[in-house]
């Protein structure tokens, strides 16, 4: 069964930093892009972060852009979102998700993982 586990969430004061992790199983890895999306309550779930396969090129909403960081491990079947900086407005339950870059319909989600940023 393809499983997509997020971890690494929790709660953090403004300023500072998480690093949030999705282990993948059931897929091959480094044929699937990985991102990282966020919701808050009440909004539409957004577009965080993204990391393709094809020389791991990266892009990101403008409002993380320069505080976080995308990457994977293909070794390791994991993708990483490295958060610095946290500001309050990034409280969401963060999911990650698989797409595969020779099917676009086969696309997997994780369950998410709570960030909530408060002093």
């Known amino acids: 069964q393809v499983q997509l586990v997020e971890s690494g969430g929790g709660l953090v004061q403004p300023g500072g930093s998480l690093r949030l992790s999705c282990a993948a199983s059931?897929?091959?890895?480094?044929?699937?892009?990985m991102s990282w999306y966020r919701q808050a309550p009440g909004k539409e779930r957004e577009l965080v972060a993204i990391?393709?396969?094809?020389?791991?090129?990266?892009n990101y909403a403008d409002s993380v852009k320069g505080r976080f960081t995308i990457s994977r491990d293909n070794a390791k079947n994991t993708a990483y979102l490295q958060m610095n900086s946290l500001k309050p407005e990034d409280t969401a339950v963060y999911f990650c998700?698989?797409?595969?870059?020779?099917?676009?319909?086969?696309?997997?989600w994780g369950q998410g993982t709570q960030v909530t940023v408060s002093s």
């Open positions: 998700n698989a797409r595969s870059t020779s099917d676009s319909y086969t696309n997997f």
């Open positions: 059931g897929i091959t890895f480094s044929m699937y892009a």
């Open positions: 990391i393709y396969t094809f020389g791991s090129s990266t």
